[in-house]
């Protein structure tokens, strides 16, 4: 199963259907979310931030829902109002893009603001994080996307942030970023980004460098890229979604342009955002016209529409089965469990500000290799400091576990200190491999050359 997911800039809450069905399910109320606002975290409740002025209560703030409640179970108010959110795919971290320029980063389970840092000279627009979750790509109004390395930034491996904290600085767009999405690869992958100077930029990640730049007839408020990569769509102002080629030149006579090979014609209005389902064909886009529409990419057909509330839509996700209550994840957990322990899947109010403990060793960041009795929490990954506090808990219940917990820890600090090692190992490896094979052309064009 696989849902819908919409919301809209006005107060118009947040609407679901069922994609294959088409059915309507639950309505949540109390949403009014900026662009790229709207995130699901590890398929538990859903998470947006909320428009400034949209409401006394709510004015950028952020909230939380339950997949079986329609009023907001959560609400957290950063210190500063927060625009983009964004969630890895268990759960862990969310971070958000504030209007300072600022890039927040909060561990879910404990609620604990682990990493604030001045991203961008003006407002964030859109954060998304690299499909290997190493990397965070951020853009904002200041016509920049950057990349972000989460070892860097938790200072894994001992350094210290260094005058220029990012992995990469893209400069070329000229206005403001509008959308940003990251291709497989890891630290190989691709980098699109989407303007309001109508054009899209295929950026290398390993190389830093421009790969293409695509010039659209209007303004691009989102894309998407093509599973297999070879294509990506972008929902533009002039109600079209476009089809950019990424491995091939379209022919110069083309009526949209180069490299432009197709569009999609159905919205009455400005296309504001794209998700493409697990299957790889179907394209969901929303729109300012109020609907959500269903493509199928190999006909270039539209095969459902959705009707949303009122208003326009400016956010669309696609959520894989998604765990509709609490009371079915403690269904499935050990009966010593506490039932206040349900809480934690929903997840805490975000603090507004970083514990003074937080620079050191005992917040940086530690996976928790769940046992199968453990298996209702779903991968997720604590820091130190929440394994910390269980292990002082157990110990004023005078329970024997905490014993065992504290070696568990203990196991676990090592298999990560390892797990990071080969990682850079692999990184390495792929730096090595990377310059040989500059090195092969470089030494084929000069044989080239030499025969000339």
């Not at 690869?185 to 295929?202: F, L, M, P, Q, Y």
């Not at 294509?231 to 079209?240: E, L, M, R």
Request: glycine share 6%.
């Amino acid at each position: 199963m696989e849902v819908v997911v919409a919301s809209s800039s006005v107060d118009a809450g947040i609407s679901c259907w069922d994609l294959h069905s088409g059915a309507e399910q639950l309505r949540y109320r109390g949403c009014s979310s900026p662009p790229h606002g709207l995130t699901c975290v590890a398929r538990r409740f859903l998470a947006s931030s909320q428009l400034r002025g949209s409401s006394s209560s709510s004015s950028g703030g952020v909230f939380y829902w339950s997949w079986n409640k329609t009023q907001p179970e959560v609400k957290s108010f950063p210190v500063e109002p927060i625009n983009p959110l964004a969630c890895n795919s268990d759960g862990t971290y969310i971070v958000g893009g504030g209007a300072s320029g600022d890039i927040y980063l909060w561990e879910v389970a404990s609620g604990q603001l682990l990493k604030q840092w001045h991203g961008h000279y003006r407002s964030v627009t859109c954060l998304v994080f690299s499909d290997d979750e190493s990397f965070v790509i951020s853009g904002a109004e200041d016509g920049c996307v950057r990349v972000w390395s989460l070892c860097r930034l938790f200072d894994i491996m001992g350094d210290t942030m260094s005058s220029q904290p990012y992995e990469n600085s893209f400069t070329e767009h000229t206005l403001k970023v509008t959308d940003v999405v990251c291709g497989y690869g890891g630290c190989n992958a691709i980098i699109i980004s989407a303007s309001e100077d109508r054009t899209c930029k295929v950026w290398s990640l390993p190389k830093g460098n421009l790969l293409r730049n695509v010039v659209f007839p209007s303004i691009i408020y989102s894309i998407a890229l093509d599973p297999g990569e070879n294509v990506f769509y972008a929902g533009c102002s002039d109600s079209k979604i476009y089809i950019a080629a990424l491995n091939a030149v379209s022919a110069t006579s083309s009526s949209y342009g180069l490299h432009i090979i197709g569009a999609l014609a159905d919205h009455s209005k400005a296309v504001t955002c794209l998700a493409f389902s697990n299957n790889g064909i179907s394209l969901v886009s929303g729109s300012e016209d109020g609907t959500v529409r269903v493509w199928d990419t190999k006909l270039n057909n539209v095969v459902r529409i959705f009707k949303y509330a009122k208003g326009p839509v400016n956010n669309v996700i696609i959520v894989r089965q998604p765990i509709r209550s609490n009371a079915q994840l403690l269904q499935s957990a050990p009966a010593s469990v506490p039932r206040r322990q349900s809480s934690l899947l929903l997840a805490p109010p975000l603090n507004k500000y970083v514990d003074s403990e937080d620079e050191n060793l005992h917040n940086k960041p530690v996976k928790v290799l769940l046992t199968p009795s453990d298996e209702y929490l779903d991968g997720r990954c604590l820091s130190f400091s929440v394994m910390t506090s269980q292990i002082k808990e157990l110990q004023h219940q005078g329970s024997a576990a905490a014993t065992e917990m504290e070696l568990e820890r203990l196991r676990l600090d090592c298999k990560r200190s390892m797990q990071m090692t080969e990682k850079w190992k692999k990184m390495y490896q792929s730096i090595v491999d990377l310059s040989l094979d500059d090195l092969l052309d470089a030494a084929h064009s000069r044989d080239a050359t030499e025969k000339l």
